[in-house]
């Protein structure tokens, strides 16, 4: 919606001109005096007296008189009358060829012209400096009252809102540029409206319209809603309105729709997207010879599982994925709960203990999350996977952090753009990657631009983290990748824990 101009104005109803034409009697009656002047009807006759009864003869009223016939004229009113003919014969010859008065003996199809229109008559001393043209019909206001506004004259019908197109009756209107407005209409364009509550967004104490937005989904919505425990998606973090319900998750997370039609909600569902990204790894000359396992976990799952990792770095505020390196005992989320109204209800979990048989136990990942996200997290904690197996040891948060986030960003691009990626594998299994997507969706539905939006959110995030060791050093491995390659890159952190300049 766009920002109110600079140029709008609230003004006052237009003025009103009541004296600009004469009434219908008052009309007549100027006609009626300009006919008798010319015919001399009855003038020495009215103001006579019938001497033989004494009364005196009353003057009809114009609007009731009887017309007698005329009485003899002298010579000279005989020339006036005649010249006057004259004249108005001259006037008539000036007309264009074809332009003549119908008669009653006329062919109204003898001509191929249309009937000559005389000129409207105007009353004696009119000029037509005084003609007013409507600035809705472009009409001219010749009776009733009009209104007046910018050097405009409007009939009262025709001074209407640019919006709506119904008449401005209200004392006051809004005016942008040359263009009025109901308040309520004017109003209804230019102020926003909160997308989550639907009401206007309130004008603080400045007088300012101050509202939030998100930085990638540009939801407007009133400050309020940051601290009024308004629900907000764990995957998208768009807020949830009030004329629509999020899916709540066993844990306390909240879905919204979008995200909840790709999520996955179970370990079982999940494993052919992991073998499939350790394909995509593959694909990229950095196979996984181990059988890590890969378990869908609950939030509190998750948590405990953090506090008995004694290596790593964890994204705050809240982890989505871990490599685990300790033996543990997981509750991971076993069967697909049943939906009952917008939340998930009857989830079986299981027991499961893991045992360290290389420097990673098992990677674990929160169950319920769209999609491109959870291949993301398992992009991202397979690469931390395979620098610990491949005997990265002590690498800064920065550097380990940042190439794990290029391996999830380089996952998502060739899911959401998989003709333009740069970093897509040259061998076969970049087609069995492939392969899955297409049965993953054909399992939901085909893949909608909807969930490719999500996959450019996810980019998005990765892109613009704030945090030094996510997003500072996401930023300097991308930069090396792009300048060095990500094999090169590699083989750089192995030599020297950093990446090169």
Known sequence: MAPPSSDINHLSHPCIYGDFVSSYAERKSGFMKWFGKIFKIGSSSRGRSDSSSGRHLQQPAEENMVWRAPPSR??????????????????????????RWHTGSD??????????????????????????????????????????WMDTYFHPDCFRCHSCRHPITEREFSLSGSRPYHKTCFKELTHPKCEVCHQYIPINAAGLIEYRCHPYWYQKYCPS??????????????????????????????????????????????????????????????RIDQQVPMLLVGRDALNEAIVGEKN???????????????????????????????????????????????????????????????????????????????????????????????????????????????????????????????????????????????????????????SPAYGGGFRSAIEAVNKYGLRCTLDHIRLTGHFPL
């Open 107 to 148: 062919d109204m199809h003898s001509s191929s012209h249309p009937p000559y229109t005389p000129a409207p008559l105007y009353p004696r001393g009119y000029s037509l400096a005084n003609v007013r043209i409507c600035g809705g019909c472009n009409q001219e206001i010749l009776y009733g009252n009009c209104l007046g």
């Open 312 to 466: 790593g770095f964890h994204h705050l505020p809240e982890t989505r994925g871990l490599c685990l390196s300790e033996e543990q005992t997981v509750t991971s989320v076993h069967r697909w709960p049943r939906m009952g109204g917008h939340r998930f209800i009857g989830m079986r979990t299981q027991h499961q203990k893991l045992t360290r048989k290389c420097e990673v136990t098992a990677i674990l990942v929160l169950y319920g999350l769209p999609r491109l996200l959870t291949g993301a997290i398992l992009a991202h904690e397979l690469m931390h996977a395979w620098l610990r197996l491949k005997g990265y040891r002590n690498l800064d948060a920065e550097v380990e952090e940042g190439i794990c986030q290029v391996l999830s960003y380089m996952w998502l691009e060739s899911e959401v753009m998989p003709g333009s990626s740069r970093y897509m594998p040259s061998t076969s299994s970049a087609s069995s990657s492939s392969s899955y997507s297409t049965s993953s969706s054909s399992k939901k539905g085909a893949r909608s631009q909807v969930e490719n939006k999500l996959g450019e959110f996810f980019m998005n995030q990765i892109a613009n983290d704030s």
């Open 74 to 99: 002298s010579r000279k009113d005989e020339e006036d009358l005649n010249r006057e003919i004259t004249l108005s014969l001259g006037e008539n010859f000036k007309r264009p060829n074809g332009y």
């Open 225 to 286: 809603h940051e601290y009024d425990n308004t629900a907000r998606c764990c995957s998208c973090e768009r807020l949830e309105s009030r004329n629509e319900k999020y899916y709540r998750l066993d844990d306390g997370r909240i879905l919204c729709f979008e995200c909840m039609e790709s999520a996955i909600t179970d370990t079982g569902e999940c494993q052919p997207l992991y073998h499939a990204i350790r394909d995509y790894y593959e694909g990229m000359n950095m």
